[in-house]
């Protein structure tokens, strides 16, 4: 399924003191040493993640993979697209950065996923109804704001 054809489940922003290309490298070392960490590799596999390893190139380009993403589009300064899936979901997570100022940028992560099955209802409802994902976005923008400024 393409990202695009994904249904929308939420955005979030933050307002970032820094220019876009200070951003940039915030927002692919901070997705990167996140996500590559081992907790979420044991998840990926828990839950049967297509991607469950680090591979691909570094910094994070078209190609790159770490456990339950794999690096679908880069426009440095401008946009990344992730995508994964696993047993209950099909997903995408796409940052945006807008350059509002110098050394101003807005920073958007919008999620899109589809739920499929009875199973897939009930991830959703533990994961996105739960509050969970959107606290666990808010503080994933929150460390890239800080590692940029």
């Known amino acids: 399924m393409e990202v695009d054809a994904l249904p929308h489940v939420d955005?979030?922003?933050t307002v970032v003191a820094a220019g876009v290309?200070?951003?940039?490298?915030?927002l692919t070392e901070t997705l990167d040493r996140a996500y590559s960490r081992s907790g979420c590799a044991r998840y990926a596999r828990l839950v049967g993640c297509a991607d469950r390893t680090a591979?691909?190139?570094r910094p994070l380009a078209v190609g790159s993979v770490f456990p339950g993403f794999r690096v679908v589009g880069a426009v440095p300064g401008g946009e990344l697209v992730l995508r994964g899936s696993h047993r209950f979901s099909a997903y995408a997570f796409v940052f945006r950065l807008d350059e509002l100022a110098?050394?101003?940028?807005?920073?958007?992560?919008?999620?899109?996923a589809v739920f499929p099955g009875p199973a897939g209802a009930v991830y959703r409802l533990l994961v996105i109804g739960s509050g969970g994902h959107a606290a666990g976005v808010r503080r994933l923008l929150a460390g890239i704001r800080r590692r940029a400024e």
């Open 102 to 112: 110098p050394g101003r940028t807005r920073l958007r992560a919008e999620t899109r």
């Open 21 to 26: 290309d200070e951003v940039w490298r915030a």
């Open 11 to 13: 955005e979030h922003a």
């Open 55 to 57: 591979a691909g190139p």
